[in-house]
């Protein structure tokens, strides 16, 4: 079945830092969605990516589905401490979403 | 909108006694999903309901697992009987149609204990 890997699992980052997680499927998507899930809280829907090649901008975070439309990535720039938190990416065949182990973002002051 | 409600939000029950948890989906949602998260396995799909219909079961853990849509506004997860390692956190989505996979929305979860 479809599977999708996310690295790192773990991500310490001094404030004022960029970072990077990525994710990885085992078969080409139809579209990718990203979620942030707060220390206790619940996954919130971020961005989907649903073409080739497409990149997305929401402030300081940049979202790209690469051009196989397997692969993904979730850059954040200038890293504060509200990032604070785990990342998830889900890919999709259907309705079904399968999500990555998430990168848990921790931030240095 | 609230939202997509879950309650309850903790329950602490003792091994072999049944467990209910119930979800309202948000108002016109036609897709609600049952997932389970812990840290060792993540973030696990249960059961997808579409329309009330249950479509995809296959992550139900087994026959002590049960979940029914009895109508567009109520869901629930019944675990009969209980055991340790059903201790989780349970979410339940919903989103507005099915298709191409739309934003799915969190209830705030349950967190079940098991002891």
């Known amino acids: 079945g479809q599977q999708v890997m996310q690295i790192p699992q773990y991500q310490h980052v001094q404030e004022g830092e960029d970072f990077t997680t990525y994710c990885n499927s085992s078969t080409t998507l139809s579209n990718i969605q990203w979620y942030k899930q707060r220390p206790g809280g619940h996954p919130v829907f971020l961005i989907q990516l649903v073409k080739s090649g497409e990149v997305k901008k929401q402030k300081r975070l940049t979202f790209q589905f690469g051009e196989a439309k397997k692969n993904s990535s979730l850059h954040i720039t200038a890293t504060q401490t509200t990032d604070v938190g785990t990342y998830f990416c889900a890919g999709s065949n259907d309705y079904k979403l399968s999500f990555g182990a998430g990168t848990t973002v921790t931030v240095r002051a | 909108d609230a939202g997509v409600i879950q309650s309850p939000r903790h329950e602490v029950t003792e091994m072999g006694q049944e467990v209910t948890l119930r979800c309202k989906p948000i108002s016109g949602h036609n897709s609600l999903f049952w997932y389970r998260q812990t840290m060792m396995r993540g973030l696990e799909l249960l059961i997808y309901?579409?329309?009330?219909?249950?479509?995809?079961d296959s992550g139900m853990p087994e026959d002590r697992f049960s979940a029914k849509m009895p109508n567009a506004s109520f869901s629930t997860l019944k675990i009969q009987p209980s055991e340790p390692r059903d201790s989780a956190v349970y979410f339940c989505?919903?989103?507005?149609?099915?298709?191409?996979?739309?934003?799915?929305?969190f209830g705030p979860g349950t967190r079940l204990t098991v002891l």
């Open positions: 309901f579409n329309n009330n219909v249950p479509i995809d």
């Open positions: 989505a919903s989103s507005p149609a099915p298709g191409l996979a739309p934003e799915q929305f």
